[in-house]
């Protein structure tokens, strides 16, 4: 005998369908809305991000122009001369390659790991093909002999070493060069010599003058922020916008404003000597002070702006209730009220950082030779020479130490919140 499922029972299936297809359409709701956003993100940062970490460690100039001299020299020890079937690999390929527009690609690329290598090989393709005293083709030996007795630096292995430890399409060599290191000939990781050796210096100047001019911003910053959020609304409000309206205006602009003021015959100078305080003018431009201060007023408003956003929400009777109690108006404000406002001045600090160690039209302008930050060679990578792998190199660098900074504000966040 069959029992019927009560209507009781049929009724709740029926509702936990419909909550579940309720739920799946909103949810389809919800991702078609955010959908156009995702898509945004998609092509506008995270391919562009990808494609710059790609190229870092692309190596395909050396592999795609000589593929035959790569094959030959794949077993080969490095220590002793090569064989003879990579000269004659080096012949066929070169051959091919003569009056191509891979001849400038792979001498560019090889010249970066031995100066001169460019002329050698473009003199080398220019002799192809190589020929005999008769019409027979000629063996390995011939054609080792003949490469030799065109141009000696080709019995040198320092030269078969440089094309051997680039047959692979991917290498670490921009980056390795990004951090003054390099691969010996037997793909060993060794320091750059000394005259290219400048990078970490770089990088080290970057970030000294990014903690300098977040450190001058959260100086100013704090007691403006302060300041202002103790006015009234009205007041603040009015405060606020004009610490907004530099926004308004572009850097460019804002640099070329602080090159007039700042110049020997500038504002300051005249107000300076005229005020008694010195004789001479200072020298404020193509220097350091000057990219301080033009990078400190331009990053103001974002040191200001978190910093103003955590006081406002911190309630003024903690500061009279401390007061009330005996302590000291200062170690009140010190003690109570400042690390109330830790968040504000992470969020603050983080932000005008990182925006400071990726500039480049201020030092650009306001700086001299000894002032120019990372930003500066990734655009004289990406604009003269054209060298995409080193750019993408010192970029996916300054991405990765910005990361970090994220990483670390985050963990600091959570544990202030947990504490609380």
């Given at each position: 005998?069959?029992?019927?499922?009560?209507?009781?029972?049929?009724?709740?299936?029926?509702?936990?369908?419909?909550?579940?297809?309720?739920?799946?359409?909103?949810?389809?709701?919800?991702?078609?809305?955010?959908?156009?956003?995702?898509?945004?993100?998609?092509?506008?940062?995270?391919?562009?991000?990808?494609?710059?970490?790609?190229?870092?460690?692309?190596?395909?100039?050396?592999?795609?122009?000589?593929?035959?001299t790569v094959a030959a020299?794949?077993?080969?020890?490095?220590?002793?001369?090569?064989?003879?079937?990579?000269?004659?690999?080096?012949?066929?390929?070169?051959?091919?390659?003569?009056?191509?527009?891979?001849?400038?690609?792979?001498?560019?690329?090889?010249?970066?790991?031995?100066?001169?290598?460019?002329?050698?090989?473009?003199?080398?393709?220019?002799?192809?093909?190589?020929?005999?005293?008769?019409?027979?083709?000629?063996?390995?030996?011939?054609?080792?002999?003949?490469?030799?007795?065109?141009?000696?630096?080709?019995?040198?292995?320092?030269?078969?070493?440089?094309?051997?430890?680039?047959?692979?399409?991917?290498?670490?060599?921009?980056?390795?060069?990004?951090?003054?290191?390099?691969?010996?000939?037997?793909?060993?990781?060794?320091?750059?010599?000394?005259?290219?050796?400048?990078?970490?210096?770089?990088?080290?100047?970057?970030?000294?003058?990014?903690?300098?001019?977040?450190?001058?911003?959260?100086?100013?910053?704090?007691?403006?922020?302060?300041?202002?959020?103790?006015?009234?609304?009205?007041?603040?409000?009015?405060?606020?916008?004009?610490?907004?309206?530099?926004?308004?205006?572009?850097?460019?602009?804002?640099?070329?404003?602080?090159?007039?003021?700042?110049?020997?015959?500038?504002?300051?100078?005249?107000?300076?000597?005229?005020?008694?305080?010195?004789?001479?003018?200072?020298?404020?431009?193509?220097?350091?002070?000057?990219?301080?201060?033009?990078?400190?007023?331009?990053?103001?408003?974002?040191?200001?702006?978190?910093?103003?956003?955590?006081?406002?929400s911190i309630p003024p009777?903690?500061?009279?209730?401390?007061?009330?109690?005996?302590?000291?108006?200062?170690?009140?404000?010190?003690?109570?009220?400042?690390?109330?406002?830790?968040?504000?001045?992470?969020?603050?600090?983080?932000?005008?950082?990182?925006?400071?160690?990726?500039?480049?039209?201020?030092?650009?302008?306001?700086?001299?030779?000894?002032?120019?930050?990372?930003?500066?060679?990734?655009?004289?990578?990406?604009?003269?020479?054209?060298?995409?792998?080193?750019?993408?190199?010192?970029?996916?660098?300054?991405?990765?130490?910005?990361?970090?900074?994220?990483?670390?504000?985050?963990?600091?966040?959570?544990?202030?919140?947990?504490?609380?």
């Amino acid at each position: 005998m069959t029992i019927a499922p009560s209507s009781s029972t049929l009724s709740t299936a029926a509702l936990k369908r419909e909550l579940r297809l309720a739920g799946a359409r909103k949810r389809a709701m919800a991702l078609l809305l955010i959908a156009p956003l995702a898509i945004f993100v998609l092509l506008i940062f995270v391919v562009p991000i990808g494609a710059l970490l790609t190229r870092a460690v692309q190596n395909p100039e050396i592999a795609t122009a000589l593929p035959n001299t790569v094959a030959a020299l794949s077993g080969w020890d490095r220590h002793a001369p090569p064989p003879d079937a990579a000269y004659a690999a080096l012949a066929a390929d070169m051959t091919k390659l003569a009056g191509s527009d891979g001849m400038g690609t792979l001498a560019s690329r090889l010249n970066l790991e031995i100066p001169g290598f460019r002329s050698f090989v473009a003199k080398t393709a220019r002799a192809m093909p190589l020929k005999g005293s008769s019409d027979q083709p000629l063996t390995p030996a011939q054609t080792r002999e003949k490469l030799i007795e065109f141009d000696a630096r080709w019995g040198d292995a320092t030269y078969w070493q440089a094309i051997a430890k680039n047959g692979s399409q991917i290498s670490p060599f921009y980056l390795l060069a990004a951090l003054d290191h390099k691969q010996d000939g037997f793909s060993h990781i060794v320091h750059a010599d000394p005259e290219q050796s400048i990078y970490l210096t770089i990088f080290g100047r970057t970030f000294l003058i990014g903690m300098a001019v977040t450190l001058f911003a959260l100086l100013l910053g704090y007691p403006l922020a302060y300041w202002v959020s103790r006015l009234s609304e009205r007041r603040a409000n009015l405060v606020m916008i004009l610490v907004l309206i530099p926004f308004w205006t572009s850097v460019l602009v804002r640099v070329a404003a602080w090159i007039v003021l700042l110049q020997n015959d500038g504002l300051v100078n005249k107000a300076l000597i005229g005020s008694g305080l010195i004789a001479q003018p200072l020298a404020l431009l193509f220097n350091r002070v000057g990219v301080y201060i033009s990078m400190t007023h331009i990053l103001l408003p974002f040191m200001i702006l978190p910093l103003y956003s955590v006081m406002k929400s911190i309630p003024p009777t903690y500061q009279r209730a401390a007061v009330s109690l005996g302590s000291h108006p200062f170690a009140a404000f010190w003690r109570v009220y400042v690390p109330q406002t830790y968040p504000g001045v992470a969020a603050g600090a983080l932000l005008a950082f990182i925006l400071a160690i990726g500039y480049y039209i201020t030092p650009a302008l306001l700086g001299g030779p000894d002032d120019q930050m990372v930003s500066y060679y990734v655009a004289y990578y990406t604009n003269d020479t054209i060298n995409w792998g080193m750019a993408c190199a010192l970029g996916g660098l300054l991405l990765a130490a910005t990361l970090v900074l994220y990483a670390v504000y985050s963990r600091f966040t959570r544990s202030k919140l947990s504490l609380s």
